[in-house]
């Protein structure tokens, strides 16, 4: 079982496979990936090099972003959290509840989410996502500002929740 196979089809192409390959295995649910290098593509000739590690960006939030992000919270009318398993894999499920209970806000979870807070704490929703009317059911129709925490929007899964 992984999470993601990919193939080598051509020889210049095996680093960025490789490349793809460690990223998946170590982003949100770290785990196993695979690539398959037929043998006719290993022994072929190549010039291809090892590509330049990607160095991560800084994670923490500049000033003028976190003062932009106040402004638009102090403006919510009816804002929702929406918490997903980022906020366990950085070990922040205190700091979620310090924000959600300094704020008020109520926090839903995603199924991948679940337990990030408390099922029994004054701010949760529930987890979502297994129902249809899941959204409005929980809100989420009537919220003027989402604040997503945990979330790596690279998955499409996760921009497409965002798009709605």
Same mark, same amino acid.
């Given at each position: 079982?992984? /999470?993601? !196979?990919?193939?080598?089809?051509? %020889?210049? %192409?095996?680093?960025?496979?490789?490349?793809?390959?460690?990223?998946? %295995?170590?982003?949100?649910?770290?785990?196993?990936?695979?690539?398959?290098?037929?043998?006719? !593509?290993?022994?072929?000739?190549?010039? *291809?090099?090892?590509?330049?590690?990607?160095?991560?960006?800084?994670?923490?939030?500049?000033? #003028?972003?976190?003062?932009?992000?106040?402004?638009?919270?102090?403006?919510?009318?009816?804002?929702?959290?929406?918490?997903?398993?980022? !906020? %366990?894999?950085? &070990?922040?499920?205190?700091?979620?509840?310090?924000?959600?209970?300094?704020?008020?806000?109520? !926090? *839903?979870?995603?199924?991948?989410? /679940?337990?990030?807070?408390?099922?029994? &704490?004054?701010?949760?929703?529930?987890?979502?996502?297994?129902?249809? &009317?899941?959204?409005?059911?929980?809100?989420?129709?009537?919220? #003027?500002?989402?604040?997503?925490?945990?979330? #790596?929007?690279?998955?499409?899964?996760?921009? #497409?929740?965002?798009?709605?």
């Amino acid at each position: 079982m992984t /999470k993601w !196979v990919g193939t080598v089809t051509q %020889a210049e %192409a095996a680093a960025e496979v490789m490349r793809k390959a460690f990223k998946t %295995a170590q982003t949100e649910r770290p785990g196993a990936t695979a690539v398959i290098v037929p043998e006719d !593509v290993s022994a072929a000739p190549s010039q *291809a090099r090892p590509l330049k590690i990607n160095l991560p960006r800084d994670t923490e939030p500049s000033s #003028d972003q976190l003062k932009r992000a106040m402004a638009l919270l102090a403006t919510a009318k009816n804002p929702i959290v929406l918490a997903d398993p980022g !906020v %366990a894999r950085d &070990h922040a499920e205190a700091a979620l509840q310090r924000f959600a209970e300094a704020l008020d806000l109520p !926090v *839903a979870t995603t199924f991948a989410g /679940k337990g990030v807070l408390p099922a029994d &704490h004054a701010n949760a929703l529930g987890t979502i996502g297994f129902m249809e &009317h899941d959204y409005s059911n929980f809100g989420f129709d009537a919220a #003027d500002q989402v604040i997503a925490i945990g979330y #790596d929007l690279g998955c499409s899964q996760e921009r #497409d929740f965002f798009v709605r």
